[in-house]
């Protein structure tokens, strides 16, 4: 049964076993796999080879990881245990080979794949920068369960591994040698021959120093792992995020014996894996390769791409085209609009690409461009001046024959219907939206925005650019706000209503926070600059009968428009807001997030009545991608699936009768339930 691995024995007697998981362009540690690989283990052991190599024969890498979308059908901790238990069988089995054994590494090790390296008593990685070793899994509301929170710390020692394993970071193989989690870190063309050295000549497996195992005696332990969670806690709450809380005390109780460590990481796993947390970041983990997937539909490659405004958006779309590979042509009103531009480019490759040399290839392929000489040269031209329709317009007229033909055409407009803007063009049908978000090198979500008229196969290269960028793309209809600002805009409308009422900024963010949410929503709105959301709120206030606070007419007529201006709901210093202490009690704060949350969901439901997105799922991954709505929670509609039909209803039923219609029930919730 060679369906995922085969074994290759060379003159020098060493064993190559190729890693080459079937039906799929990467490797992961699927059950089947695993119980593959420990077959091949037997038969090498039979063959007493001089030294055995594990590498992997796909481009993408040597393993992604452990099968997730298996973990999602786990529903009892004895099946995962069971699972968990045969892993760390198969990896003693790997371990204990009387021959050496070294993992060959390049492109990704993550979380699985790195426990399996950690098996080998040696690994050699690529410096490519495609090479990325780590432990994700905390991500995933878990903590590494394949025998890897015991190799790592018996590698790394106490601390280098707790912290690897609690803040998920991936590290190059340069940082990875400097840690000695691997052994060498050498070009891709060097890899054979490091690995023939090192079996070869054999030298002892690293040890970690008297610094790195002081901090695991049983005496300082308990105060290490305060100091630990104390850190784990400035980023996630215990009640939203258990994972990294039960590891830190795995760790407490049992570093220093090694079986009773192998057990205990079994047990927590087991039982994390199967609650609800894990479940439902697998749920997102999954929902973003559903996003991914829908790329499939086309090979549209673009090469060069035209962006016409060079201000906040167009600026950094551009420069986040290049980051990715592309030569990009920028086109303002006048040389003297693209400087900043330019400038903000090039602070971003300083700090995404760092070295000199990257930094100057990718300025030569921004092309400042005032006259448009480009967009007869691109694959596609993306639009992203004021948002003025006369404006948009006659800009359309003028570059439409200039186009090549089979190019796109893109607008990022955030408010303006698509059939609108497509009026005057020749082929109005040819225009589609790509909606990033502000700011542009942080926000994961793109709403390829759709017209009724546009061809299938337009919708389907518009995705396949967006996923060739590193960006999730999620078809939505063009209506107003999308989907993403149409669900956001009513939660943080409700927020100013709170503000308006007299509660304080820090309790309303509490409010949020407690709840999940990445930032409190006073907190976003002066991020995003009040201006914006007062021309969001207005354009969208009939859609959502939600008549446009004062207060934040008022701060934008008084100047007070956020971050930006230093003074907005918040006063602002040094880039952070000045907050006090929330002091409001639990139940004040429950009923605050209540009404800003149930807006929101009350919003999604709309939107899927509407069908402004395919499904609920789709619904989810956008709002979780576009909003950062708490992941933990598997989504607005995951969520409200799982408090009910009754609690939804009733909730949002109270809330009408003291606020009035704008907490009205959908109508779209009886069908939704009746499903
Ligand atoms: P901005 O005001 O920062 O930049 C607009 C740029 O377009 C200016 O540099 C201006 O000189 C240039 N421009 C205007 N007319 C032009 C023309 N005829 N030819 C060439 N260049 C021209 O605006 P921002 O914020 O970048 O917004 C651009 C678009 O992106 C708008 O449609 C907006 O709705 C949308 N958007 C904005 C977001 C934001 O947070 N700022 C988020 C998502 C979308």
């Not at 452990?66 to 790997?94: G, W």
């Not at 903590?143 to 601390?159: A, D």
């Not at 800003?596 to 899927?608: G, P």
Request: hydrophobic letters at 40%; glycine letters at 8%; one cysteine or more.
């Amino acid at each position: 049964m060679n369906k995922h691995f085969h074994v290759r024995y060379d003159e020098q007697q060493l064993a190559w076993l190729y890693f080459d998981a079937a039906d799929t362009t990467t490797n992961v540690l699927t059950e089947e796999a695993l119980e593959e690989f420990d077959q091949q283990l037997l038969g090498i052991a039979q063959a007493r080879p001089k030294g055995l190599v594990i590498l992997s024969a796909k481009k993408s890498g040597f393993i992604a990881g452990a099968d997730v979308k298996a973990f999602a059908t786990i529903h009892s901790p004895e099946a995962a245990k069971k699972l968990i238990l045969r892993a760390h069988d198969i990896f003693h089995r790997l371990e204990a080979l009387p021959f050496p054994s070294v993992a060959l590494i390049h492109g990704f090790c993550l979380g699985g794949g790195l426990e399996l390296a950690l098996a080998c008593r040696y690994r050699v990685a690529s410096t490519d920068p495609a090479t990325r070793l780590g432990f994700p899994e905390v991500r995933l509301g878990i903590f590494p369960g394949f025998g890897g929170s015991v190799r790592s710390i018996q590698l790394l020692g106490h601390l280098p591994a707790m912290q690897m394993m609690l803040s998920a970071h991936s590290l190059s193989a340069k940082a990875a040698k400097r840690i000695h989690l691997v052994d060498y870190a050498v070009p891709q063309r060097q890899l054979k021959n490091t690995a023939r050295k090192l079996i070869e000549e054999q030298p002892p497996r690293h040890r970690p120093g008297l610094l790195q195992r002081i901090p695991g005696n049983f005496v300082l332990r308990p105060a290490v792992a305060r100091i630990l969670a104390k850190q784990v806690a400035k980023r996630v709450r215990q009640s939203h995020y258990p994972a990294p809380y039960a590891l830190i005390t795995h760790w407490r109780q049992n570093a220093g014996n090694t079986a009773q460590m192998y057990a205990s990481e079994a047990q927590q796993v087991s039982s994390l894996l199967t609650g609800e947390t894990a479940q439902n970041l697998i749920r997102v983990f999954l929902l973003q390769d559903r996003l991914k997937g829908l790329a499939e539909k086309s090979s549209f490659q673009a090469k060069q791409v035209h962006v016409i405004g060079g201000g906040i958006m167009g600026g950094d779309i551009a420069a986040w085209c290049i980051l990715r590979g592309l030569k990009v042509t920028l086109q303002d009103r006048a040389p003297e609009y693209l400087g900043h531009a330019i400038a903000r480019a090039h602070s971003l490759f300083r700090k995404k690409l760092r070295d000199h040399y990257l930094v100057q290839d990718a300025m030569d392929r921004l092309l400042p461009d005032h006259l448009g000489e480009g967009v007869g040269k691109a694959d596609l031209v993306i639009e992203a001046i004021f948002e003025d329709i006369d404006a948009k317009q006659t800009l359309y007229e003028k570059v439409e024959p200039q186009m090549k033909e089979t190019a796109l055409l893109a607008t990022n407009t955030s408010s303006i219907p698509l059939e609108k803007l497509a009026e005057k063009l020749q082929h109005p049908p040819r225009l589609i939206g790509l909606h990033f978000f502000n700011p542009v090198a942080k926000m994961p979500l793109v709403e390829i925005v759709t017209q009724e008229d546009n061809p299938p196969q337009l919708i389907a290269d518009a995705t396949r650019f967006t996923k060739a960028i590193g960006k999730l793309p999620l078809p939505v209809k063009s209506r107003p706000g999308f989907l993403v600002n149409r669900v956001l805009m009513p939660y943080l409308l409700e927020a100013v209503t709170l503000l308006q009422e007299g509660i304080s900024a820090a309790d309303i963010d509490e409010a949020a926070i407690r709840f999940g949410m990445p930032m409190g929503p006073v907190e976003l709105a002066d991020t995003v600059g009040l201006d914006i959301c007062l021309s969001v709120a207005e354009k969208l206030s009939e859609t959502l009968h939600n008549e446009v606070p004062e207060n934040l007419r008022n701060k934008v007529e008084a100047g007070h428009l956020g971050k930006k201006s230093g003074q907005g709901f918040f006063t602002w210093s040094k880039g952070k807001a000045q907050k006090e202490a929330a002091s409001a009690l639990e139940d004040k704060l429950n009923h605050y997030a209540d009404r800003m949350i149930l807006r929101l969901i009350n919003e999604s439901m709309a939107c899927l009545r509407e069908a402004i997105v395919e499904d609920a799922d789709l619904l989810d991954a956008g709002i979780i991608f576009g909003t950062g709505f708490a992941p933990f929670r598997g989504g607005p509609m995951h969520y409200a699936d799982k408090i009910g039909k009754t609690e939804i209803l009733s909730k949002l039923g109270k809330l009408e009768y003291t606020y009035g219609s704008r907490f009205t029930p959908d109508p779209g919730w009886e069908d939704h339930f009746a499903k």
